[in-house]
């Protein structure tokens, strides 16, 4: 057999293979598997010292108020900033956003050094941690669909997935164990240093990615973004699935700990297993997901979120234990590919000039659907009890990938793929084969 036409041997045979050999991404990814680290000791770190920080009698509320300044102004930063970074590259606005986190995370342990550290001032620099996040998101993912031809872009972003999946795994014990020994302001001093490298990572390892500048675009409104979304309706589905998919998954951060504890008259034991099933299933589900590259990305985004629905059954069917562990891993492993399938769609739809934007707004309304799906979960839980609020919502799940997969068999639902790098001669001549 001539040697062009040998099959590959693992790992090139891997779809992995040409994001991690990739001459500038593979300069990035460590930075990216660091922040993810420093992120994933913040889950634990930045409620620690919430508590600490807050007065006695007030820590519930102000605990809420700190993860919340942690995670949502990214979605008013969408807005504020789109005139700004309008033009940048993905790894320019990847790269603004990790500076600006690197400088909002030191500032904490700076002003608890000085003596000056107040919980309403902790709270202010985690919001300004949070404003780029949004532009963060859509740089990396904008950066794929940059450097990367289209066939790859599934397997490029289950990395960053399969990235994030391992440090919400590692991160929280490895916090812990700092914690013991340092305290939690010091593990944000750590995730500062990890968005500083990855600053740095940015500016050193792609010095030759320049700004896009387009004479005949017009000055970006603020809401530039969501006319995107709005004028293309796959898109526009897309946003929606995703919204109603993460809200009615917000629910199960409060009926849950209520089953374990009421229904099941189990311990934190209990709901620590299931938690790590689904970390579990979610790992394996994201190094998974860049074998499904030649699978059509609609029906599979579409069919993840009724087989998540279908998964969860259980859970609000009452099964055994021994029944609903198991199917809540399956759970996590069916929804690891979401995320990855989701951006493909809109790298697909969007050209590279108004996928920064798009994603930006994209983010500034998902990053709400979990927090408000929370909220909602706690008069559900209240009125319907933790068992059948989780049957309600599994319910719903799969009520809404059925309603997607109905519309988008009507003419002209599904829009042609624009975005992104083009294949070159090689990957041309594997698609038609």
């Not at 995370?105 to 902790?122: F, Q």
Request: glycine share 12%; hydrophobic share 50%.
């Amino acid at each position: 057999m001539p040697p062009e036409t040998a099959p590959l041997r693992f790992p090139r045979s891997s779809p992995y293979w040409p994001v991690v050999s990739h001459p500038l991404l593979r300069r990035v990814l460590p930075g990216l598997a660091v922040s993810a680290l420093g992120d994933g000791m913040a889950l634990v770190a930045v409620t620690w010292l919430a508590l600490q920080l807050a007065p006695a009698g007030q820590r519930g509320t102000w605990t809420a108020i700190a993860v919340a300044a942690y995670l949502l102004p990214s979605a008013a930063g969408s807005m504020i900033f789109g005139r700004l970074l309008a033009g940048l590259n993905g790894a320019q606005l990847a790269s603004w956003d990790a500076r600006l986190r690197a400088v909002a995370l030191a500032a904490i342990p700076a002003a608890h050094r000085a003596g000056i550290l107040s919980i309403g001032l902790y709270v202010a620099l985690l919001a300004a941690d949070s404003l780029l996040r949004s532009w963060g998101t859509a740089g990396r993912f904008t950066l794929i669909a940059e450097l990367l031809p289209r066939r790859h872009h599934l397997p490029a972003n289950a990395v960053l997935g399969i990235l994030g999946n391992a440090a919400t795994i590692i991160g929280p014990p490895l916090a812990g164990v700092l914690i013991s020994f340092a305290g939690p302001v010091w593990v944000i001093a750590i995730d500062a240093a990890t968005f500083a490298v990855l600053a740095l990572t940015y500016r050193l390892a792609i010095p030759t990615l320049k700004t896009r500048t387009d004479p005949t675009e017009p000055t970006a409104s603020r809401t530039a973004g969501f006319e995107i979304i709005r004028r293309n309706r796959s898109l526009l589905g897309l946003l929606v699935l995703t919204f109603g998919f993460f809200l009615l998954f917000g629910p199960f951060y409060v009926a849950m700990p209520v089953l374990v504890t009421e229904d099941l008259r189990a311990s934190a034991t209990t709901l620590g297993l299931y938690y790590t099933a689904f970390g579990a299933g979610s790992l394996l589900g994201g190094l998974a997901t860049g074998y499904l590259h030649r699978w059509p990305l609609w029906p599979t985004t579409i069919g993840i979120v009724v087989g998540f629905g279908v998964a969860m059954l259980p859970l609000g069917l009452g099964t055994p234990v021994g029944l609903s562990l198991p199917a809540f891993a399956l759970a996590g492993l069916i929804w690891a590919p979401y995320p990855s399938t989701s951006m493909a769609l809109f790298q697909r739809s969007a050209t590279t000039t108004e996928l920064p934007r798009a994603l930006a707004a994209n983010g500034a309304v998902t990053v709400l659907a979990v927090p408000l799906g929370t909220l909602l979960g706690g008069p559900l839980t209240a009125g319907l009890g933790a068992r059948r609020t989780l049957l309600v919502c599994a319910a719903a799940t799969i009520a809404l990938g059925v309603v997607a997969a109905g519309l988008t068999r009507l003419p002209g639902r599904t829009a042609p793929d624009r975005g992104g790098a083009p294949d070159g001669p090689r990957e041309r001549a594997a698609a038609g084969s």
